[in-house]
């Protein structure tokens, strides 16, 4: 078959992805209205929702899509949050250095990437979260930082309390969104099915033409700039930059815990996890530490009993993976 | 600088038990437990346990918690790690990295935030110290601390070496399949090593209390620690574990001649420098060599892109 | 003749890929039999199967009556069954005594043991502390058919015998292993076919994952051979080939 011939085999998407779709753009536009109703407090827990799913979706492109676990994404959300800080002590007004800073924090993922996507699955791991250390040590030097005291962003105070809620919301929903429909973007495009052939078979992937090194380099570095972006919008809403937090590994327990529970692999199941992950903080949260714990005896019950999540749950009673990324072909010839 | 130089090499030494743990379970079971450091903390947990709550005397704890630990890895490896290998390279990551959570979490609802430290229950051994000519001074602590690591290590390789524990798991390590034709049951033999290495790892933290204080959130640190001296001394070898160890000691301890904060610092980038080497020289193995590669990176950047 | 080895309608995967496609063997005690059969014939992953390296999707298998489908290849040594494994496998950075050690060690005692293996194999006694990895071809194969033997088996099982040896070395392989014939079941895959006929009492001919010839050389035409060898279906030369030994 000709490739023309194969792209007109493609089914189109099946009905129960367009009724996630619909509902979902319009539970967004209810999302978009919804400050005007709601309280401080509601808004606020939303905008951090919206970061915890922006986290997951990304570290899911990541490890799910392209077989990269990392346990040192927190250096992007440290970088970007740092970023940030030295822009806004520059001089920039803070809403733009939430972007810019985001966009210093991808461009250390790119110098990075020549580097630790020669390792293999452990070494890779592991060596993500060293250089996340030594980063985190590095920025600690910075007497603006004032070492483990940190700094707060004092030029998000100039703005009203409530105007600056809005807005962070707004950025919030809008970059979340963004970001959904970008990561679709991608999996449905070229470097999605490269990406997903270099994890389910790296050498096959190789004798078939595919740039491995490439493939991986463009999702890394665009995984690590959603996830700055959606750290400097939680340092702004948090005003205050602490190495030990923002760099803290934590980062990535919590983006592991989404995406497995939701069903890593699958394009909704890291929204799903943050949605339940977020869930179980608003219950359980209180109880601190011993949450803490809970949440990682989960995340090794599911590992060993459950790997696909709460989707894989769905899949194994047969039914198909809703919001899909691999293309369905049709049985005529 | 000579007692930097001095106290980098003994603090290697505790290093190198707390890599060699890790450096078993990569090379004989295959996978990287990232909770290795937090079962390092535990171990001590544990010893402070006995020794503060239950009275006992610091050497009586030491020799009721190494067995423990031992089993717990046995044990570890039977419910935990055995499922998770089957489950290719992601599931073992994923799980390590909850049960470091859970490890770290449940100790501090356990024992709390406190730093604790065995130093106040070992006598006058934690100042005092040994003038050597020179007039540089030793610490008696971290002196012992050295030999001991050395004779554990040493007894680690002996086991290995000449018995038919350490053939059996040495032939898993090299060949499973093999190793299973020849009659070695490589669930059992990892459940040895696991068990030793989780051993080594309690010991360590035993060390880390003697010497400073121990925090229920300090594992990952340990993780890293170990890690970096299992990379810089090579994988697989105990000899290089302890020069790995020792290198790590030597750059934190000489780092740390330069600001405290440094000394971290220091050791995390000989890591790196370690570790870019290995795989630049590897890469560059594959595109002609040195000169090529600076070539190529110099005039080509394309020549890079694609195979590695 | 009481059955060493019963295979029972075996079926062996690689993925969706069927190796063996339901294979039914008997092989007697004390009988020396060789498979043959072209590359992809299913041979390896039959030994394999048989040493239970290789899970067996359907079917069963017996050792002297026993079940033993289920258990893992460590418990087979133990129950009798030893593999000199394709490709040799030795462990390379051990010396040649560590290697025959481990499957002393962790095999079955009986008369075979360090200094008979050696009496056996005498080009290996000067090799004992020499490292298994600078080897020789046939050295390599002189260990590991050592290496199988020191754990006592019942049935011995030996892949690629000869691949990759000289002929001086393949001969001195089969001088030495002349010396079991009656003591042990031996099964070989040989690709060599004068070699197969010249030594076993029974040759078995795989093609595609099945059995195509079963019978003893001297009932065997060359041309009935080289059909089964490439899967040519002769339906009644290949009843007669498997009457021939029935």
Redo the contacts between chains.
Sequence with gaps: MTKAQIVAHILPMPAQDRRILIAALALLAVLAVLPLMASALVVDKLTYLFILIMFAAMWNLLAGYAGLVSVGQQAFIGLGGYAMVRMVEAGLPPFPAIFLGALAAGVVAWIMSWFVLRMKAGEFAIATWVIAEAIRSMVSFDPLIQGETGTSITALNAYAPEMRRLTIYLLSLVTMTLMIWGAWALLHGRTGAQAQAIRDDEEAAESVGITTFAVKQRIYVLASIGCAVAGTLWLASAITFQPRTSFGVQWSVFMLFMVLVGGIGTFIGPILGALLFFALQEIFGDFGAWYMAGVGIVAILFALYLPNGIVGLWLNKGRAEPLSMRKLLSQDR | MLEAIVQGVLLGGYYAVLAAGLSLMFGVVRFINLAHGDMAVLGAMIALWFVQGAGLHVAIAIALTLPLMGALGWLMQRMIFERALRGGFLIPILTTIGLGAALQNGMFGLFGSDTKSLGAYIGNLSWASWEIPGGIFIGQLPGYMFLTAILVLGAVHVLLTRTAFGRAVRATATDSEAAALCGVDARRVHRGAAAIAVALAGLAGIFLAMRAQVTPFAGPMLLIFAFEAVVIGGIGSLRGTLIGGIALGLAQSLGAMISPQFSLLAGHCVFLAVLAYRLMSGAAAGRGGWRATITALVFHKSMLRGKS | MTAALELNQIVGRHGQLQAIKGMTLRIDKGEVAAIIGANGAGKTTLMRMI???HPCAEGSIALFGSDVTAM????R??AGI??S?EGR??????TVQ?NL???A???RRGDWNLASVCDAFSQITPLLARPAGGLSGGQRQAVAIA??LI?NPDVLLLDEVSLGLSPVAVDGVYQSLETLRGAMTMIVVEQDLTRAMKFASRVICMAEGVLELDGAPKNLTRAQITDAYFGIHKTADTAAGGAAHA
């Excluded at chain 3, 496998?89 to 051990?94: A, K, P, Y």
Aim: hydrophobic fraction near 50%; charged fraction near 20%.
């Design positions: 040493a239970g390296l893992p290849a460590h418990g040594l133990k030893a593999l494994p496998r030795l462990f390379g950075d051990m560590e050690m481990i499957a060690e962790n095999g290496r199988a754990a």
